[in-house]
């Protein structure tokens, strides 16, 4: 077993195709994970409803219901617990599907092992962070919006709504860099933890999802502003 300071780490594992599942069990096993394997979306929502998980690998094409039904089943219940796809499906459409749903990252079969257990490792590190600075700053209020890190509600005016963990990864980044130019490349490498795989237009999605959320007019935004060619800026109160 290797040095890992996240060994103990529970995770499910969703995945329909036996050789890949098992081979990806030995592999998380042998970094320190406790790895439990479910084989459909109906046996993996049984277990998240009974059991805590640390993170979870979840195939998209699974029998009773797809991994988009499942990521959004257990958002749910479990907001901030870590979700990486990984599936066969390639398409650009797809990502941004599966990450608005709540998935925190994509990978599309085949794959490099060790680039799913850096990601893995990634994952876990930035859970870790965003439990520290939620705890420090638990709530965020901005304009006539209001923030709760720990559950992920936020509310706009009268309106209230759940943000996924990405959305509110991605808020508390730019607050916590309020008044500073962030580039797509930094907030790709820091938010989602990719550096190519994911096109610039997911940062894009994202923020667009931010300001219909929480800016008064959208087509003129005050508080999530594009700097042309730069990247973006977040002008709190």
Same mark, same amino acid.
């Given at each position: 077993?290797?040095?890992?300071?996240?060994?103990?780490?529970?995770?499910?594992?969703?995945?329909?195709?036996?050789?890949?599942?098992?081979?990806?069990?030995?592999?998380?096993?042998?970094?320190?994970?406790?790895?439990?394997?479910?084989?459909?979306?109906?046996?993996?929502?049984?277990?998240?409803?009974?059991?805590?998980?640390?993170?979870?690998?979840?195939?998209?094409?699974?029998?009773?219901?797809?991994? =988009? $039904?499942?990521?959004?089943?257990?958002?749910?219940?479990?907001?901030?617990?870590?979700?990486?796809?990984?599936?066969?499906?390639?398409?650009?459409?797809?990502?941004?599907?599966?990450?608005?749903?709540?998935?925190?990252?994509?990978?599309?079969?085949?794959?490099?092992?060790?680039?799913?257990?850096?990601?893995?490792?990634? +994952?876990?590190?930035?859970? +870790?962070? !965003?439990?520290?600075?939620?705890?420090?700053?638990?709530?965020?209020?901005?304009?006539?919006?209001?923030?709760?890190?720990?559950?992920?509600?936020?509310?706009?005016?009268?309106?209230?709504?759940?943000?996924?963990?990405?959305?509110?990864?991605?808020?508390? !980044?730019?607050? $916590?860099?309020?008044?500073?130019?962030?580039?797509?490349?930094?907030?790709?490498?820091?938010?989602?933890?990719?550096?190519?795989?994911?096109?610039?237009?997911?940062?894009?999605?994202?923020?667009?999802?931010?300001?219909?959320?929480?800016?008064?007019?959208?087509? $003129?935004?005050?508080?999530?502003?594009?700097?042309?060619?730069?990247?973006?800026? =977040?002008?709190?109160?």
């Amino acid at each position: 077993m290797k040095n890992n300071q996240f060994s103990g780490s529970i995770i499910l594992l969703v995945e329909d195709e036996e050789a890949l599942a098992k081979g990806l069990e030995y592999n998380l096993t042998e970094e320190g994970y406790h790895v439990v394997w479910a084989k459909d979306g109906k046996q993996a929502l049984d277990l998240v409803r009974t059991k805590e998980f640390d993170l979870i690998i979840l195939d998209i094409m699974l029998p009773y219901f797809d991994g =988009f $039904e499942v990521t959004r089943l257990v958002r749910e219940k479990s907001p901030e617990i870590p979700i990486l796809m990984l599936t066969a499906k390639t398409s650009v459409d797809d990502k941004i599907h599966g990450l608005a749903l709540g998935a925190d990252d994509y990978m599309t079969k085949p794959f490099h092992l060790q680039e799913l257990l850096v990601r893995v490792k990634g +994952m876990l590190k930035r859970k +870790m962070w !965003y439990k520290k600075v939620t705890t420090a700053q638990p709530v965020y209020r901005f304009g006539d919006n209001e923030i709760n890190f720990e559950n992920l509600k936020a509310r706009s005016g009268k309106q209230q709504f759940q943000l996924t963990t990405v959305e509110a990864m991605l808020l508390k !980044y730019l607050i $916590e860099n309020k008044g500073k130019i962030v580039s797509r490349k930094e907030l790709l490498e820091n938010v989602w933890n990719i550096t190519s795989e994911i096109e610039t237009r997911t940062v894009d999605n994202f923020i667009v999802r931010l300001r219909k959320f929480f800016e008064p007019t959208q087509a $003129e935004p005050i508080y999530f502003k594009s700097i042309r060619s730069a990247g973006y800026m =977040f002008v709190g109160e």
